[in-house]
């Protein structure tokens, strides 16, 4: 509950929102219709942005391209131990940049998929359809 400021003039009958939290947000279910759904319960963002390629936003596919990169940055490892193996560390200093360029992704690939899936997880107790913007 907020707290009143003596000075303001408020509404006799005021009761502030709830926690940001709790508030539902309305967005179009795949069945059509709108359906208020708490932040959790939406899960990662469901709209294209406006953009050329559709994203991912479905646990299996964020899951498929987390491990997909996930392997990327294992071969990567394997290079650097032959770096090290072979000697050869001229190469990693001109190549360091690569690993900052692979991690990026790869926590945004692995936050975004644990994200949706605790959303699926939550929409499926209060049985509410998947968002779909």
């Given at each position: ?57 479905s646990s299996g596919g964020l899951l498929f391209l987390s491990i997909l990169m996930s392997l990327f940055l294992g071969l990567m490892i394997y290079g650097l ?53």
């Amino acid at each position: 509950m907020g707290r009143r400021r003596e000075g303001i003039p408020q509404d006799p009958n005021y009761v502030p929102s709830g926690p940001s939290q709790e508030r539902l947000v309305y967005h179009r279910a795949e069945n059509g219709e709108l359906v208020g759904y708490t932040r959790a319960e939406y899960g990662v963002r469901k709209d294209d942005g406006l953009g050329v390629v559709k994203p991912v936003n479905s646990s299996g596919g964020l899951l498929f391209l987390s491990i997909l990169m996930s392997l990327f940055l294992g071969l990567m490892i394997y290079g650097l131990v032959q770096i090290a193996v072979t000697g050869q560390w001229d190469i990693l200093s001109r190549t360091w940049w690569m690993f900052l360029l692979v991690l990026y992704p790869l926590v945004a690939g692995w936050s975004g998929y644990f994200k949706e899936r605790k959303a699926e997880k939550l929409r499926q107790a209060r049985n509410l359809p998947r968002p779909v913007d």
